[in-house]
Every structure is written in C-alpha cells, then in structure tokens.
C-alpha cells in the first residue's frame, strides 16, 4: 500500500510520522513539489493515499490511481483538487482548516504593521547606507476589517484586541457568539471596504470570492487603507491592485498569494508600496507538525480503520 506524498514540508520537523505510516503497513514514496504526472505514474497503481500541498489531482491522475481512496490536503485550500471527480470514484479529499490558524493569524497581523511602518523599505534603504527618517501611519486604535471569519480570521480578531482595534468583519455565514463576545462588528461588504484602515482577507477562493476585490472595491477603500491577503491570490484581481497603488488608490498592500505560484517576477513586485512574500504564512514549525500529524490520522481512519475521516471536503 503505497502513500504518494508531494508536500515538501510533510514530516519536515516530525520524523514520527513517516515511522507512523510504516508501522501501519504503508510504503512513503516522497516525490517532488513539481512531480508531473509522468514522474507520479510508476506508483500510482499501488496507491491508495496522496498528501498533496499543490499538486493537481485532476481526472488524468485518478485514471491511474485505482486503489486510490484518500487525497489529503497538507493545508486548507483544495482549489487544485477536482471535487466532483474524486466524489465520482468516492474517494475521499480531506484538508487541515485550523492545524495553522495560529501561524496564518500572526503572519497576517506581520504583514499589517510592515506595511503601516513601512518596514520593508526601512531595511532596504538603512542596509544601502541611507539612515531613513519614514514616517508611517499607527495600528493602535485603527479599524480592521477581516474578510471571512473562520478559525484564521477569528485569531486575527483576537490579536487585534491587544491594538485597541475596532473590529469589523465580513462572512456568509456568520458566528454570532464569537462576534458578541469578542467586540466584533458584523457588517455589511460595502461598509467594511469603506470603514476599515486595514483590510486581511481569510476566505476560500470560490465563484463567490474570486476577483472580490478589483479596480470598483479598491475604490471604495480609504486612500489610507491597506490591504492584506493570505488566503488565495485568485480573491485580488492582480492586475486591478498595480493599478490601485500605482495611482495611490490606497495606501499598500501585502500578499503571501498569488493567481500563478511559483513566480520569479510579477509586476506588482517593482511597487515600493507592496509586500510580496511566497505563500509561507502557515510555515511554522508547530504548524508543519499538527498537519502532518493530521494527514497520517486521517489516512489511517480511512485505510486502516475503514472509517470516514475527519475534515472531508467532497460530498460523500
């Protein structure tokens, strides 16, 4: 029984993990985060469990896999799983919502007070021998406006309370006990662009989401506001946001996403006033750790233990 593992990072800190699996009767085959499809053939015949972090498992895969029964996700996101086609052949696709929540929430609150002190362009230009006097704009006491307020999003409203943070928040399918007991404010999308110094955005690219916020919502934001995104970089508009902080429509922006990863170069990465960095806000130690831990439970729950895993994404 063949585990295809693709995620660079699974058991990166943890070596227990693959000894987990081969205790279980599993055979680890760790292949590259690049593996085509061509490089994953020879073992797919035998498989019956994928840990993926962004492979796509499409329909040309799973015709290969027919002893396939569980792809894990070595994160949240699955946009780069086929949902229906695994439905289909009822194999199960699970993920890891909340094994990283605390690690996403500070880096999200990190690239919030870079982007308000200017950080980025403090070192550059102390390391190249000027000693810059930037004067930057405050976090304590500003608006926050977070854009799906699920286990990410509640731990950035959490951090938020010790900045005096007015809170605001956004999502289809509200909490209203957390809400209530921690000051956030349930508004409405339109309110939260305009109100907020600073918007982080934690919501799944769906047909909902995608292109949320392009060249008419960065309008509606303060020229002052900033905008943060580590959720999916298929939410921005790309495009829509150079021409926002080209022309000053707001402030700054972060992004540890974006539409095409891995990228070398984009436009947006020649703006003094963006962030880029390289989808890294889940990368912790502890984080690696507990999804990985997560995935192997998982695998065994359905192989193993002939049972319906935990956090299942398909219908089934």
């Not at 760790?30 to 469990?49: F, K, R, W």
């Not at 896999?65 to 946009?79: E, F, R, S």
């Not at 304590?140 to 409203?157: D, E, F």
């Not at 943070?165 to 909490?175: E, G, S």
């Amino acid at each position: 029984m063949k585990v295809i593992c693709t995620s660079p990072s699974f058991a990166k800190y943890d070596a227990q993990l693959i000894a987990t699996l081969r205790e279980q009767g599993f055979e680890l085959v760790m292949l590259a985060a690049d593996a085509s499809l061509d490089q994953l053939e020879p073992h797919l015949a035998e498989t019956v469990a994928i840990i993926v972090a962004f492979t796509e498992v499409n329909e040309a895969l799973l015709d290969l896999a027919p002893q396939l029964k569980i792809v894990c996700k070595h994160g949240v996101g699955v946009d780069n799983i086929d949902l229906k086609a695994t439905q289909a052949r009822e194999i199960y696709v699970t993920n890891v919502p909340d094994a990283n929540k605390h690690a996403v929430a500070d880096f999200a609150f990190s690239l919030i007070l870079a982007g308000a002190r200017q950080l980025p362009q403090a070192v550059a230009e102390t390391r190249a021998g000027s000693w810059p006097r930037i004067f930057a704009t405050d976090v304590y006491g500003k608006t926050l406006g977070i854009i799906g307020l699920g286990n990410i999003g509640k731990q950035v409203a959490l951090r938020a309370k010790g900045f005096n943070m007015r809170v605001l928040a956004f999502d289809f399918y509200p909490d209203a006990k957390f809400a209530a007991e921690n000051n956030v404010q349930f508004v409405s999308l339109d309110q939260l662009t305009e109100q907020s110094d600073f918007i982080t955005l934690h919501t799944p690219l769906t047909d909902e989401t995608r292109n949320l916020f392009d060249t008419a919502r960065l309008k509606q934001m303060k020229k002052s506001a900033f905008l943060i995104n580590v959720s999916r970089g298929g939410v921005v508009n790309e495009s829509d946001l150079y021409d926002a902080l080209a022309n000053n429509v707001i402030a700054g922006a972060a992004a540890d996403v974006f539409e095409q990863e891995p990228l070398s170069k984009h436009p947006l990465f020649t703006l003094g006033n963006f962030i880029p960095t390289s989808h890294i806000a889940g990368y912790t130690d502890g984080a690696i750790s507990a999804i990985g831990e997560r995935c192997v439970q998982q695998i065994i729950q359905c192989v193993k233990q002939k049972q319906r895993p935990q956090n299942v994404m398909n219908s089934l």
